[in-house]
Structures are given as structure tokens and as C-alpha cells.
């Protein structure tokens, strides 16, 4: 943010928050966050000190995310219902000081990179860490639609959900129009493979490591909603335990972080329900392909970005190691 823009943004927080800053603000965008802007805004107020994050949309945008005013009253409702997100504090439409839809919520503290939290080396800490998200993502499932959340997310019907996510990926593939033989042979897989699914539940859409924040032993918030939509339960829970979301920790099957089972029997004990991890096969595949095509449409981000950013540009170096990874899934090698 430029020096103007810092100025009509501390003119906001005075006229709708209430929060008038006796000191500069510091402001510092947040590492992550590729497909979405997120800026660490802090300062003296008083005797307090104000800490909060503002969420904006990026240059350009992933195609299946969803807008910053569907996030901020999904984030809205979810805060309602006791689920541990950020509480959300404010809403401005594009016409403003940033040129973007974006909101402001609560800053949480804790720590969400995860090459750190896959490497804490305290086995009773990470499995402890493991049991509160299982519980944590176990009542995120148990929501119910309401009125409220049918205004925000629609409930689709369960006959046509699996066949829809195939058609998504096979589309979005297509507007790439790249050639990439391991993630067509995938899809054609998954065409023949479709499982059983259980009624549809609220989906995170995006519930991995990096995008939980703990505070020492447990979760304090979780984070990035923008992929949230109702689907089978396994859809979360295949992509948490994903190798490519395991930050090189492959041996911890949940999430890098430690064993399957203890994830499982924490989300038993709120759900009832519980997933074996021979379950999981099309779950898997279905995570890689997603990722390897988000991975593809980041690097056209950076072509199409006024400003090129190395971490989009880095993203296309994923694609082999992903396909790899969909062999290896196919082949019962994972």
C-alpha cells in the first residue's frame, strides 16, 4: 500500500471501527496467501494495541475461488456458529482507496506455515495438535443448512455432485489448453472410479496444513474459506491427508503432522463417523489433479500479472512431482 492509501485506510478503521490510532500504523503483507492478498495491520491505540488483517483480492484470480463478499458473510455465519475462524469486522465493496473488494477481520495468533508445524519434533505436541483439528473439522461437517448459509452457499444435489467436480476439472484442464497425458489419464480414472458418497456436508475446500493456525497446542482459527461449497465428507479429508500437502513428511500421513488414526478417532468422537484410509484412493487422486491444475492456472496469474511474482512462477516446477504422485496413487504405490 502506498502512503495515500495507508491514510484513507486509518480514515476507515476511525469511521468504522471505532479504533483511532495514536500512533503510524505498521502494515505488512502476509507471506501465502497466492490466490488472495492478505495484509497484517497493526497499531497503538490507547492503552491497547490493535491487531487485525485485511483480505483483498489478488491481481488476477483462480477461477473456482469465491468473492471476497461471499467469504466475508460466509465468515460472518460461521463466526455465529462457534466455529474457529476469524471474527469478521468490516466489508467495502470495489469502489474504494484499494480498487478491490475486501474485508477486515480479527488477527488470530498462532502459527500456520506448514514446514513448521510438520517439523516441531514433540511427538505428544503434534499428536495432540492432530486430535484437536480432527475435532475441529468434524464440526465443521456437522453444520446444518440453514436459510442463512443457503443465501450464501447452495446446497447442490447429492445425485450430480462427483460427476460435477470431474466436469469442473476436465473444463478448467481444457481452458489450459495444455497437454498433460498423467492428468487426462486421472480424470478418465476417476470417470470409471466415481465411489459412493455419503450426504453432503459443509466442504472447507481448501482444509490443509498452512491454512490452520495453531496456538501451542491447539487450533486457533481456521483460515482461507474462499473454496468453501457442500460436498462429501472425504473431499476435506482426502486433501488434508494428501502427500502433496505434507511438506515432505510423507511418513505422517495426516497432514504432515502425525498418524492417520489419531486424526480419524478425533473426528469419530464428535461425528460418529468414521473414514478408513482405503477409502480415501479417489480422494487422493482427485486432490493431485485439483492442485496440478491450480498450479497451472497460478503460473498463467504471474504471466498475466502487471507485477511477476516468482511464487506463482515457481508453481508450474509442482507439475511433475504431482503426476508423479497420481502414478504412484494409481499404481497402489502410495
Excluded at 477486515?104 to 508445524?117: F, R, S, Y
Excluded at 489450459?176 to 466442504?203: G, Y
Aim: proline letters at 3%; aromatic letters at 8%.
Amino acid at each position: 500500500m502506498d502512503s495515500v492509501q495507508q491514510q484513507d485506510l486509518k480514515k476507515l478503521l476511525v469511521d468504522h471501527l471505532n479504533f483511532n490510532p495514536a500512533s503510524d500504523l505498521h502494515i505488512k503483507k502476509l507471506s501465502g496467501g497466492a490466490i488472495q492478498e492478505n495484509w497484517a495491520i497493526s497499531g497503538q491505540s490507547n492503552d491497547s494495541k490493535c491487531e487485525i488483517v485485511l483480505r483483498k483480492n489478488a491481481a488476477t484470480v483462480v477461477e473456482a475461488s469465491s468473492d471476497r463478499q461471499q467469504e466475508y458473510e460466509l465468515l460472518d455465519r460461521l463466526y455465529e456458529l462457534n466455529i474457529h475462524v476469524p471474527q469478521p469486522l468490516f466489508f467495502a465493496k470495489k469502489d474504494n482507496f484499494l480498487n478491490s473488494d475486501f474485508f477486515i477481520m480479527d488477527k488470530i495468533t498462532g502459527i500456520a506455515e506448514g514446514h513448521k508445524l510438520v517439523r516441531l519434533n514433540n511427538a505428544e505436541l503434534q499428536t495432540k495438535i492432530l486430535q484437536d483439528i480432527g475435532q475441529q473439522l468434524a464440526n465443521i461437517h456437522k453444520i446444518e443448512s440453514d436459510p442463512q448459509l443457503e443465501k450464501i452457499i447452495q446446497k447442490p444435489s447429492k445425485e450430480h455432485y462427483l460427476q460435477n467436480l470431474i466436469d469442473d476439472s476436465l473444463l478448467q484442464l481444457d481452458k489450459l489448453k495444455r497437454h498433460r497425458p498423467v492428468l487426462e489419464f486421472a480424470l478418465s480414472w476417476m470417470q470409471h472410479n466415481q465411489p459412493e458418497i455419503d450426504d453432503l456436508v459443509l466442504i472447507h475446500g481448501d482444509f490443509r496444513t498452512g491454512n490452520i493456525m495453531i496456538d501451542q497446542d491447539h487450533v486457533s482459527g481456521i483460515l482461507d474459506w474462499e473454496f468453501t461449497h457442500w460436498g462429501d465428507r472425504r473431499e476435506d479429508i482426502g486433501w488434508f491427508t494428501a502427500k502433496c500437502w505434507r511438506f515432505g513428511q510423507n511418513q505422517n500421513i495426516a497432514g504432515g503432522i502425525g498418524a492417520y488414526k489419531d486424526l480419524m478417532q478425533a473426528y469419530a468422537q464428535i461425528s460418529d463417523v468414521y473414514i478408513p484410509e482405503f477409502e480415501l484412493k479417489f480422494w487422493h487422486v482427485l486432490s493431485h489433479v485439483r492442485w496440478a491444475i491450480i498450479a497451472m492456472q497460478q503460473s498463467n496469474r504471474n504471466v498475466n500479472n502487471d507485477l511477476p511474482s516468482l511464487e506463482l512462477a515457481l508453481t508450474e516446477f509442482m507439475l511433475p512431482q504431482l503426476e508423479k504422485n497420481i502414478l504412484d496413487i494409481l499404481g497402489d504405490k502410495e
